[in-house]
């Protein structure tokens, strides 16, 4: 009796696997002797070296083979012509899919066709196609939210620096104006200052003269955003100002500005 596969896999991979008897068995036996050579050169082939990293085009007789497993009853035109091999091997595409050569012009299928592996075939092929329509379904939806991100629909209308006031040296800022596609605009404002305990930051727009004033509201932290009152012209109130509040409940400004700049100057 033959040495058994496994152990002549076990041999070639180095294994000490083999007793006596096995042993004499191959020392005198022309078959398992070249078994074991044929499974050592595989093993020196894997072991000589990286693999090489380029991709190579698979033989056409892998591309018939997927399509049988996929039950697709054609076979791709650059295939079917490709010789006799080619031929042969279309012939076998569609027996295996369970469906005669080129089923649409030949009729119908042979009387001996077992349906039940075609419908799991392509339950398979559904499979796969439906993945695909996920993939590209995935893709697309993660375009559009990159798109999302990066195009949002206010423009911005002017920009100004917002810049310390005496007593607030170092403080600064920057304000930004946005428009909205339906017009409702909004004051972008960030702020870099020290924020003593106690107070609270408020942002206003002035005109140019500070005779006139309208509170846009309080400023959380460095940043916050502002809505513009409809009708409010800029021209007139272009001053961006943020001034310290203190707790005293009176709504008027302090008279206390960090920072200020003006819209569209
Ligand atoms: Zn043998």
């Keep these: ?9 076990l041999l070639a991979l180095g294994e000490d696997v083999l007793d006596d008897g096995a042993r004499a068995h191959l020392a005198g036996c022309p078959t398992c002797a070249a078994a074991a050579a044929d499974l050592a050169r595989v093993t020196a082939l894997a072991r000589s070296g990286p693999a090489p990293d380029e991709l190579v085009a698979p033989d056409p007789r892998v591309w018939r083979r997927v399509h049988a497993e996929l039950g697709l009853a054609e076979v791709p035109v650059d295939l079917a012509g490709a010789g006799p091999d080619a031929a042969a091997g279309a012939a076998g595409a569609a027996g295996a899919a369970g469906a005669a050569g080129a089923a649409g ?22 499979g796969a196609a439906a993945a695909c329509l996920a993939l590209v379904a995935g893709v697309a939806g993660g375009v559009w939210w990159e798109r999302r991100e990066a195009e949002p629909p206010e423009t911005v209308v002017a920009t100004t620096d917002l810049e310390a006031l005496p007593g607030w040296t170092g403080a600064r800022g920057v304000a930004r104006l946005e428009e909205a596609p339906d017009g409702r605009r909004q004051v972008v404002v960030t702020l870099d200052a020290p924020a003593p305990a106690g107070t ?14 309208v509170s846009l509201g309080v400023l959380e932290g460095s940043e916050g955003r502002f809505d513009v009152p409809a009708g409010l012209n800029l021209a007139t109130y272009p001053v961006v100002d943020v001034s310290e509040e203190p707790m005293d409940g009176n709504p008027a400004h302090s008279g ?4 200020r700049g003006t819209l569209g100057a």
């Design 1 to 9: 009796m033959h040495i058994d596969d496994d152990t002549l896999a």
């Design 200 to 213: 609270f930051r408020e942002v206003w727009l002035l005109t140019p003269d500070v005779s006139g004033l």
């Design 256 to 259: 206390d500005s960090v920072v």
């Design 105 to 126: 012009a030949a009729g119908a299928p042979p009387a001996d066709v077992v349906p039940l592996p075609r419908s799991r075939r392509a339950r398979t092929w559904l």
